[in-house]
């Protein structure tokens, strides 16, 4: 993130402030994700299928050794399965849960470029018209004409939300009080 | 007493010491009260845990000490007394005390150096004025006056008013870690050493002298005046099993002495003397007990029956007595020879993370090999191939060792169990056995070190609470003796600690009851039975009437629960009232190999745990019973249930109604089980969803068993035994049942680990499925 030198006293978000994006192509539109959030990208391939997981769970991918989920945001978005192409790419992704850092790979279209958008020309993301849910966008930019959305990661990887639908039922048993 | 067990209680207490200081320098520095309120807790645990392993170990002066530190912090922690800079100031000086007495309990002096003592008693007097108590002389070990010390002289019996000891150590006591020296070190801590004489008679010829066995003999006069018999046992209960003990009181009956001399292999005119030198007998009373012996002697060759009778009476003398000094120096080579020994199996303290990296790179390097291989096979040139060749075969060798590195044996923690389960069962009065199995199970050293303390908190809760007093259990029913269980075995990807007990069990109206006293629940509140019993985890619980030194104040189970949370596991509890309770630890695996077996279900490559595996068969129509729902099959006369994987695994991803809606998750594989078997009735003869997407293709059934349960799997290859090294599946699918873990093939690709339990149960509770499913399809 760069940070332009132009502070207001208690200001935490200055318009001036530039944020990093990294774009995407899925399903015909343009995503940002805040590069901080980012890792690496990687081609697509080789992933494993989890059974009994939800659709939107493309499986786990070994990644360095390390085994890591990865999404199918055009499931988890809209419900529709990811055509894969030359171009479709893993983002692996850092996102925190309690106090840990959990890696999770999404699959996009394409990746195209890092973009510099000022926080000023961020737009709160509209209620209306989104084939998204609404919790997922962190905001909208207009960018050389383009609209981008831009997500919010912590809603669309919500550990809790991709946890919570296993393909068996969760058992009671285990339930530890607290 | 200085042994290894003791050398892990130092260290732990070194730790929990470090800790200590650092909760109390917090404290200091808080002015938030739910803050210092949770400083209290931890500290007060913390000691709590010194007292307890002191106790253990019989660190009296540990003991009494910690005890009165630790009444003050539960003052605190009821809010009846506040913290102020004092207060912590005194805990602190009380802490680096405590050091002290632990450093000195590790050197295995008797009783407190004066400068230790005083100390001692001036900061237990700072304690108790909080405390509201009168000043106290620093109380005194309080070992039972046995007053048969000073008991009369009885008739017959010699003038000699000091114990007796006879030691022969075994010739491998040293091995077992046990050293002579420290346990007359420890007999001069209940009494007077007044004589020891050293036998060295044992000793072979040099050439055959093993530096690492004992031959060790003493005899031992001792002024104790206020010890008993039972507490001069209890000292040599460690070697009883290979060590020749016997402990003669003062004023003994000669005829005791006659017997220990015959019992012991010197020669018995040799003994005599030794008993002269010790002062154990006099002279004249020496002259009796040989001529006694003679007298016996005789009349044994009379009979016939002692062949080779030692000549007694006319030998000469021998002045062999060995002067103090003599011990003392034999002591210190004993000492010296154990040092040598302690530095041949040396070891590196190694960064955890550094080792962990090394096993994330050669995981990278079987994989990489493995992936060269390929492309080596494809060149077909065969000197390529052959230095691969030779590669692989390394790089396995590698993997093996660097994974071999981490994983260590549950065994020895176990085994440092024992001695608890020994010392606390009989400080209780109990009569309670440790049954080990599974000590050969590995895991992951890291998680070894962390899960030894809460089992030790289990452990000893299932002596002090669970095994009831041996009345108790006669009046039950039961046999006097109580058996505590531990067990260890690798359960699909995770790691399972039994601690299992024949005791009273839980009693869930009592803990229902406290629980709401305390307000955990609320009146009314419906609760399922784990739900009642892990109400014993709530901070502060205790449902114990009184409060012993060692459990009962209801810290133990907070921090079990807490210890093993960090670890990602859980505790599951089974009990049956008047029968006993079983707690399971169970631990996830972050790093473990488990012998796998792998299978072929579809596109995907899945492992089995080969020690789940009971066999493997061929499922043809002479297996399968009529009715081809039933997925059953007749296994040599028995009944064996068996499920399709294939099935199970493709459900959510082939059916168009997405499963993620079904709150209950189950719904979609019955509907879609249903409509499957249901299409098979129209289409396939055999109602075999096999014979649909490949005719030809023979399945295989994996028979497992899991809990005295046998069941089946069909899959479609067997691809025969793989080496799993286990890595967690993560967050993600923390919610998934049927899938344990994953690993990574030499390939590079992931394959799953089935969680057999998981799927034994489905299988066991379809039968309820299956009529659901009949009731949608009609």
Redesign the interface.
Known sequence: MQVQEDSIEGGARHSQEIEQYLTFMLGGKVYGLAILNIKEIIEYG?I??????????S????L??????VVDLSQRFS?QAMQQTKRTSIIILEVK?DD?R?E?GVTVDMVNEVLDIPMGEIEAAPSLGNQIQTNFISGMAKMNGKLLILLDIEHVLS?DE????????????????D | MSDESLQIFTDEAEDLLGVAEQALLNLDNLDDDAETLEGINDLFRTFHTIKGSAGLFGLNIVVEFTHVVESLLGKVREGSLKVDHDMVSLFLLSRDHLENLVAHALGGESGMGDELKQTDSDLINRLNKYLGLEPVESSVADTPVDLAGQAPKVDGGVENENWHISLRFGVDALRNGMDPASFIGYLNKIGNLTSVVLLDDAIPAWSEFDPESCYLGFEISLFAPSTNKEALEEVFEFVQDDCKVSVLPPHSHIDDYIQMIEELPEEDMRIGDILLACGALTLQEKQNVLNAQDKLTDEVTAQGEGGSVPPLGEVAVDEHVIQQEVVDAAIKKQAEQKKMRESGQQTIRVNALKLENLVNLVGELVIGSANSELNARRLADDDLNEAMENLLRLVEEVRDTTLGLRMVQIGETFNRYKRVVREVSRDLGKDIELRISGAETELDKTLIEKIADPLMHLVRNAIDHGIEPPDKRMAAGKLAKGVVNLDAFHDSGSIVIQIRDDGGGLSKQKILAKAMDKGLVAKGQQLSDQEVYHLIFAAGFSTADAVSNLSGRGVGMDVVRKNIEALRGHVEIESEEGKGSTFSIRLPLTLAIIDGFQVRVGDGQYIVPLDLVDECIELNESLRSKDENAHYINLRGEILPFMYLRDMFSVTHSTAVGTHSDPEGMLGVKEYNATRSYLGDLLVEEGQSAAQTNPEQRDNIVVVRFGGNKAGFVVDELLGEHQTVIKPLGKVFQNLKGISGATILGSGEVAMIIDIPEMVKRIIHRDNIDAVAAKTIH
């Open positions: 080789d494993t299928e989890v059974p009994m997981t939800p659709d939107f769970i499986g786990v991918i070994n360095r050794g390390n085994v890591v989920p419900g849960n840990l959990i999770i550990i991709l946890s919570v639908i296993g393909g068996i039922q969760h058992d009671s048993s285990e339930t530890v009080i």
